[in-house]
């Protein structure tokens, strides 16, 4: 009995450490890699961009959050507010033309990034210059600058293709397990953000009574609603508080479910076009879409139908669709 037990408990751990292993550090396609490479660097010029139309307003020297406001706000130099971890160039910045120097060569590098240029030295620059934007802003961050700008470390890994900027990432078939460790942290990491942010809708009250879409509308951000416009539709205001915590919870159940990543992708879609269209939340919703990028290149996979000679859509081998030939019924012809 005992040493039944002793060598099920061996065969268990056994096989708990290979697939430990084999979910973090068997070889991968850079080719989804270097999907999320684009989609991030994309996303990061326009987040720098975004900042020049109103940096009279915010960044400079007489806006609302110049050097002096933000040290404050932050509590510089003061023990237990953290604030020494919200380092940025931009503190040491205070005339336009340097903050426009800054946020274009972060556009400049973001592109780069994206074109598959300067391989991991170019997305740890991407990163560390994005952070500086994100760090200078406290009381403007929200979710969204959070989601992308964390993600973007797992591009120091491994950042898909690099061999030449023609080169995207997007005819890349080489597997390395450099690519299969960032997209399976990036995955784990999206994963876990969507239940936290579940969890966190579910500890309002206003999910529970379905009133969400009513008081997200009273920020008077969204494209779609006004106040005075769901203030008499209550049928209206539940079906879409409730509609939303259902696809939420959707988009979760189809990630972690092998062969349903194309439908999360769809509902990871409409689940952003909702945020959008309820709290006018545009960066939110674009780094839900490019944050899902690490689930582009298997949802493609999963896609695809094995046809005869072609790779399998799972593991890249060839189906064997040809029939075995049949063996004659009965006893076999005589010979001679």
């Known amino acids: ?3 039944t037990l002793s060598s099920y408990f061996q065969h268990i751990s056994v096989q708990s450490i290979r697939r430990w292993d084999r979910f973090w550090f068997t070889p991968g396609p850079t080719f989804d890699m270097g999907l999320v490479r684009i989609a991030l660097g994309l996303l990061a010029a326009i987040y720098a961009g975004s900042w020049l139309f109103d940096l009279n307003q915010w960044l400079e020297e007489n806006g609302r959050l110049n050097v002096t406001v933000t040290r404050f706000l932050i509590g510089d130099q003061v023990e237990g507010t953290g604030s020494i971890g919200r380092l940025s160039p931009l503190y040491e910045l205070e005339s336009s033309t340097w903050i426009r120097g800054y946020l274009i060569a972060t556009i400049l590098c973001s592109l780069a990034m994206a074109f598959g240029m300067g391989g991991r030295t170019m997305a740890a ?8 934007i994100v760090h200078r802003v406290p009381i403007l961050q929200d979710a969204g600058d959070l989601l992308f ?14 061999k030449h900027w023609k080169s995207i990432g997007l005819d890349d078939r080489e597997d390395r397990w450099t690519a299969n460790l960032a997209k399976r942290l990036m995955q784990c990491h999206v ?4 239940a936290i942010s579940l969890v966190s809708h579910l500890a309002e009250p206003m999910w ?21 416009f769901l203030s008499d539709k209550p049928y209206l205001i539940n079906a879409i508080s409730h509609g939303f915590i259902v696809i939420h919870l959707a988009t979760l159940g189809l990630f972690l479910r092998t062969g349903c990543r194309p439908l999360a992708i769809g509902a990871t879609l409409l689940m952003s076009i909702t945020i959008w269209g309820l709290a006018g939340d545009w960066l939110y919703s674009c780094a839900l879409i490019a944050a899902t990028s ?4 298997i949802a493609a996979r999963e896609l695809q139908t094995p046809e005869e000679g072609q790779p399998n859509s799972m593991d890249g081998k060839t189906a064997n669709v040809k029939s075995e030939t049949q063996k004659p019924v009965g006893k076999s012809p005589r010979k001679y």
């Open 1 to 3: 009995m005992i040493r």
């Open 125 to 132: 620059l991407v990163w560390i210059l994005t952070l500086g």
């Open 149 to 162: 700008s964390g993600i973007m470390g797992y591009l120091i890994i491994d950042p898909g293709k690099t």
């Open 191 to 194: 994963v876990g953000w969507l």
């Open 208 to 228: 529970w009574s379905a009133s969400a879409a009513w008081w997200l509308a009273a920020g008077q951000r969204s494209p779609w609603f006004s106040q005075d």
């Open 294 to 297: 690490c689930f582009w290149g």
